[in-house]
């Protein structure tokens, strides 16, 4: 089966640049989606396709995707970027498809 | 404006059924799919199943497969999860969300809770 992983916990001081790894061998081969979820609130698509962001999010969060790894990197982090992140994949099997959320990260900003 | 609004959820007895309600506004639902995602409390999202616009395409998780069904009436901007045989991992915040079959999820409602408990 298909198991995406990032780290639990990520710790950055504000203003400083935070990155979230998403990793699963050959993970570079397949589109990858990242979400914000903010305690008690809906989650919030933030990049998609690896490196795309929807309308109204911020420059400040851009995406990469390469080999096993894909990252999600947040620049000039702020206190209201304090959040749980989730990275997504479809994955297929025949004429099966599945979708895949890694565990999530949780953001904390010092 | 993108809404989703979720409905039905509630309590039930283990082995009991919900049905859960989606209905959708601001944009041509018939034009997207559409897929149920959840989140078990204090736990991460966990895709539940998706339906493309046209109802072609039916993908289930493996944990709910044989128990849920989604369908979606296009003329009415719903989509609906008839949820049978629930058990107690069945518990969780249930969101509707918008997107591309194979794509991301760009749009969520803020969910509908269904609690499986004796």
């Known amino acids: 089966s298909y198991v995406l992983t990032q780290p639990p916990s990520v710790s950055v001081a504000p203003g400083q640049t935070a990155r979230i790894a998403c990793e699963e061998t050959n993970i570079g081969n397949k589109p990858v989606h990242w979400y914000q979820q903010k305690p008690g609130q809906a989650p919030v698509l933030v990049v998609f396709d690896d490196t795309d962001r929807p309308s109204g999010i911020p420059e400040r969060f851009s995406g990469s995707n390469s080999g096993n790894t894909a990252t999600l990197t947040i620049s000039r982090v702020e206190a209201g970027d304090e959040a749980d992140y989730y990275c997504q994949v479809w994955v297929s099997a025949g004429s099966d498809h599945q979708v895949v959320f890694a565990g999530g990260t949780k953001l904390t900003v010092l | 404006e993108v809404q989703l609004l979720e409905s039905g959820g509630g309590s039930v007895q283990p082995g009991g059924s919900l049905r859960l309600s989606c209905t959708a506004s601001g944009f041509t639902f018939s034009s997207y799919a559409m897929s149920w995602v959840r989140q078990a409390p204090g736990k991460g999202l966990e895709w539940v199943s998706s339906?493309?616009?046209?109802?072609?395409?039916?993908y289930y998780a493996d944990s709910v497969k044989g128990r849920f069904s989604i369908s979606r009436d296009n003329a009415k901007n719903s989509l609906y999860l008839q949820m049978n045989s629930l058990r107690a991992e069945d518990t969780a915040m249930y969101y509707c969300a918008r997107g591309l079959m194979a794509g991301s999820f760009a749009s969520w409602g803020q969910g509908t809770l269904v609690t499986v408990s004796s």
């Open positions: 339906i493309s616009s046209s109802s072609t395409y039916i």
